[in-house]
């Protein structure tokens, strides 16, 4: 997300969507799911978990909730 100045983005952090978006992120750690990855000069993201690339911080947040990256994490917690 790219704020135009500094009330802008202040205002974006303590937005609801953005408090929703950061519990997700912070519960998706909490179970162990292996660190998103940022892809060299663009703002695409990686889950090594599942090896898929999302266009960006918002795609990566929807693939991190939903019912495929749910499954492999289930497999990959019953497998350690």
Same mark, same amino acid.
């Given at each position: 997300?790219?704020?135009?100045?500094?009330?802008?983005?202040?205002?974006?952090?303590?937005?609801?969507?953005?408090?929703?978006? &950061? *519990?997700? %992120?912070?519960?998706?750690?909490?179970?162990? !799911?292996? #660190? +998103?990855?940022?892809?060299?000069?663009?703002?695409?993201?990686?889950?090594?978990?599942?090896?898929?690339?999302?266009?960006?911080?918002?795609?990566? &947040? *929807?693939? %991190?909730?939903?019912?495929?990256?749910?499954? !492999?994490? #289930? +497999?990959?917690?019953?497998?350690?």
């Amino acid at each position: 997300m790219r704020c135009g100045n500094v009330q802008s983005y202040e205002a974006h952090q303590v937005g609801q969507k953005h408090k929703k978006k &950061l *519990a997700r %992120l912070e519960a998706a750690k909490s179970i162990g !799911v292996p #660190t +998103v990855q940022a892809l060299s000069g663009s703002q695409a993201e990686f889950c090594e978990l599942c090896n898929v690339s999302c266009s960006g911080r918002e795609v990566m &947040l *929807a693939h %991190l909730c939903g019912t495929r990256h749910k499954k !492999v994490g #289930t +497999v990959f917690s019953m497998v350690q």
